[in-house]
């Protein structure tokens, strides 16, 4: 039990402090780092709530590829940490953080309104045997989601198609090279 | 057990943090990565509740969410190498040709 909130806070810290640091980055390279310690917090949470089957495949799809989409692309495109001070962003930083701490509030308003006098009591009972695991996940994916699952194909492959199409090299017109 | 608001609470904050990133930054990239950290918010959000009510459509849920996301990273990396082509820059602030 002690157990169980050392992990939730220690991982919760970690995953926000990996997010912080990331959007606080200027080079692209070292944001995709701190995301990925996001990421990783992220998982550990996902295995506490018993969904490991997802925990795993959080690892495996964001660490592992899309992330590494993300670095392809800085290094392709040679983006090194720009600094972007010569002009004057249209809105303070100062309003941009107001708003969204006061983002933040409303959102957590709306929890704790839902959570602490609506249906919802918030104790978790104990999880069934077996909650999670990649069989019962298939099973139900496999079955009563199994037209969503069939159309995932299809999105995959308009967004190969349109991925190729759209970063295809244009052949005509254009000497300039910047690439 | 932690009770299913912290993990509310929690997914409000990085769902805050992603939206800072939105605000704040002016990569494209990161700006984009917010967007990824915004959606990764709202699974843990579906994963928690899907533990709370003891149902595993949540995960598939998530799983459908995830496919969503590498798609979404594939198309628009793409557009942001295209956009970095034709105009040399990834600061958020030139692409402005909408508001012209």
């Known amino acids: ?179 | 057990m932690i009770p299913i608001t912290h993990y509310l609470i929690l997914s409000a904050l990085l769902f805050s943090v992603g939206a800072a990133g939105v605000i704040i930054s002016r990569n494209l990239i990161i700006v984009f990565m917010s967007i990824e950290l915004m959606l990764n918010a709202a699974n843990l959000s579906i994963i928690a509740f899907s533990r709370y009510l003891n149902l595993m459509d949540g995960h598939v849920f998530v799983f459908l969410v995830l496919t969503v996301a590498a798609a979404e990273a594939a198309v628009g990396l793409a557009i942001i190498i295209t956009i970095f082509r034709r105009r040399g820059s990834i600061n958020v602030d030139h692409f402005n040709l909408l508001k012209r």
């Not at chain 1, 002690?2 to 692209?28: E, K, S, T, W």
């Not at chain 1, 701190?34 to 959080?58: P, T």
């Not at chain 1, 709306?110 to 104790?123: C, D, N, Y």
């Open chain 1, 1 to 179: 039990m002690v157990l169980d909130v050392v992990i939730f806070y220690a991982a919760a810290v970690i995953a926000v402090f990996g997010a912080v640091m990331m959007i606080m980055q200027r080079n692209p390279v070292a944001s995709v780092m701190y995301m990925i310690v996001s990421l990783v917090a992220q998982a550990i949470l996902y295995i506490q709530l018993n969904a490991m089957f997802v925990g795993a495949l959080l690892i495996i799809v964001y660490a592992g590829a899309i992330l590494v989409l993300f670095l392809f692309v800085i290094m392709l495109l040679n983006l090194r940490g720009e600094r972007f001070e010569g002009e004057r962003p249209k809105m303070s930083l100062a309003a941009k953080y107001f708003l969204v701490v006061i983002f933040f509030l409303e959102v957590a308003m709306i929890v704790r309104e839902m959570a602490f006098t609506g249906p919802i009591s918030g104790i978790m009972t104990a999880a069934p045997a077996g909650f999670g695991d990649v069989k019962p996940v298939a099973e139900i994916l496999f079955t009563k989601y199994i037209y969503p699952f069939e159309l995932t194909s299809v999105l995959l492959l308009v967004a190969i198609v349109g991925a190729v199409i759209m970063a295809k090299r244009e052949k005509t017109g254009e000497t300039e090279e910047t690439l």
